[in-house]
């Protein structure tokens, strides 16, 4: 994406239950936030992301929400039209499809 001009944040995370800070997401985002990529749950803490809080706040500046649920849906169900995103990925592989 930088390549091509676009310019790429990355999101701290609370050190203390290595989650997602969301306050810092806030301040990253602004009218010119075209896209929020971000995973459901991390592969290496388990933490799990809150995607609805995320959405709201990404589509209140008028961005896309990508959703990566490769480690989440192997574990939980997925409800895509709750959760509100505009993009869900995950791999088959992760539950034994092919």
């Known amino acids: 994406a930088e390549d091509k001009g676009a310019k790429v944040h990355q999101v701290r995370i ?5 989650t997602l800070d969301l306050e810092h997401l806030q301040s990253l985002l602004s009218e010119k936030t075209r896209l929020v990529a971000v995973t459901y749950a991390s592969n290496t803490t388990g933490s799990i992301v809150d995607i609805q809080r995320v959405v709201e706040m990404a589509h209140g500046v008028g961005a896309q929400v990508y959703v990566d649920a490769v480690h989440y849906a192997p574990h939980h169900l997925v409800d895509v039209q709750a959760l509100g ?3 869900l990925a995950c791999s088959a592989y992760k539950f034994f499809g092919p």
């Open 14 to 18: 609370n050190k203390a239950d290595c």
């Open 85 to 87: 995103c505009d993009f």
